[in-house]
């Protein structure tokens, strides 16, 4: 069982986040756990193999709440169980990463967006590099192995020299996982259609993914990259990939199981009124496929052949043969992320673009 936590509470609204948060509802942070946890004890559990808490901003909130939530998983989880939790560099304290420490989470993953200063302002975060440095310290600290960075490209501020100096950073915190985003105009943002603070260049993200791998990242989806031994893969999101079947919890939350998804309300004082509805979308075959398709070539999971049709699978033959895929034990595997969505699309053609 795989199982995603929303935390819509932030210290201050990111001018590109268009995740569900709000930096102006703390009055609400008691009724809002007080809601989760009567919708995780509504909800059948079995074995708990991920965690993931997001947000928002998970470390904006005091450890004691997680301990009464973590309660009620206890008995589901093991040592295998991968549990992780978003934080901001400038509000996870050494306390907090203790605590959080204590009642088995095993996995961070730092906000951290850039080493920048000027770039940090630009994107509106609220901490420094020094932050960043000093929380990732403190996580070690705190007994955290498995530590992840969050960083953000294609800004108008990037550059191969900026780049440069943005891996430096990372490679001297000794991380064992990056995850670096491409800065999208989301609709609903300051940033929205804000062409000129964007710098989408193909060639600056390929010198990114050569530099990440040569300090010891491998990429195995188009924005994460893990350290090889220990593995540093999070197995949460490969969970996604796979098209496994996980639970959303709280308010934004969306969960899948077999062919359909559910949406919680996406407003958390609907949501403390009645955190147990849920929207259900269903998806046909071809939905799924689809999904299969997009989510397989941007990844290390690949499409299997015998999801393919005969024309597909003719399609498919033609990128292996312009080295552009390759086919292993009946899986075929993309060599380029970033034509992920061009060859989902050569290959079947219903598949439409947002």
Known sequence: MHIYIHIPFCAKKCPYCAFGSSDKEFNLVDEYFNALSFEIKNRPLSKISTIFVGGGTPSVIKSSYYAKIFKLFEKFLDDDSEITFEANPNSANLKWLKDLKDIGVNRISFGTQSFNEKKLIFLGRNHTKFDTIKAVENAKLAGFKNINVDLIYATKFDSKKLLEDEILNLKQLELSHISAYSLILEKNTKFEDKKSYQKDSVNLAKFLFKKLEEIGFNQYEISNFAKVNPSGVCKHNLAYWQGKNYIGFGAYSVGFKDNKRFYALKDTKSYIKNPNFRDVESLNNNDLKLERLFLGFRSIVGVNENLLNKTELKK??????????????????????????????????????N
């Open 316 to 353: 498919a033959q033609i990128l292996v043969d312009e080295n552009k895929l390759f086919l292993k034990n009946g899986v075929f595997y993309n060599k380029n992320y970033l034509l992920a969505d061009e060859i989902a699309l050569f290959i079947n053609d219903s598949f439409t673009l």
